[in-house]
């Protein structure tokens, strides 16, 4: 075998690879879907008006915590707007969070959901989310980032606080095509 046959050899395998990370990388995301919700009953919540609006349970109360954190792949800094909330179930909730692109390059991230205790995720839907979509911060720029959630009235009545955390990570495809984005328009 020659070295260009070798060299040949050796790209297919790198390019064959690189196509394979690809697919994988655009995977993950409904793969962790199926797994966390039909392996584990872990609901992720729902995009647009898929929650069906519930009678209001005004006889109790259910505290919300927020928790913010961020991947240390991800230059940001990410944090709610306060640590708690109460609401009545089937009462619509706003919160927010804030996000900042502390890089000196524009990043995009998206944001992981989780809920706790687990036995809660089910009863606990996200109407509109930042984590629905991926978020492109540009270098320096901060943003506010809302959610608006119902906790459903058939949430366990020995349920009375509830964690709603979100971790971001660094989304790198999609990072790497703002940056090639970027150096186009400015090429011309």
């Known amino acids: 075998m020659s070295g260009q046959d070798a060299s040949a050899g050796v790209w297919r395998r790198a390019l064959w690879v690189a196509g394979v990370a690809c697919v994988l990388c655009f995977s993950l995301a409904p793969v962790y879907r199926i797994a966390c919700e039909q392996l584990f009953g872990i609901k992720l919540g729902s995009s647009g008006g898929d929650a069906v609006a519930a009678s209001v349970d005004t006889s109790r109360w259910v505290t919300v915590e927020f928790d913010a954190g961020v991947n240390s792949g991800l230059p940001w800094t990410f944090h709610p707007e306060q640590a708690e909330m109460r ?89 790497q095509r703002v940056a090639s984005q970027h150096a186009a328009s400015t090429a011309h």
Request: net charge negative; aromatic share 12%; with cysteine.
């Open 87 to 175: 609401v009545h179930p089937g009462q619509v909730a706003d919160a927010m969070y804030y996000a900042r692109n502390d890089g000196a390059l524009a990043v995009v991230g998206q944001a992981v959901p989780s809920v706790a205790p687990s036995s809660a995720s089910a009863y606990f839907n996200k109407t509109e989310c930042f984590c629905f979509t991926e978020q492109l911060l540009e270098a320096g720029e901060a943003r506010p980032m809302p959610v608006r959630f119902v906790i459903d009235p058939d949430l366990p009545a020995s349920v009375t606080r509830v964690t709603l955390s979100y971790t971001f990570y660094k989304n790198d495809l999609a990072t």
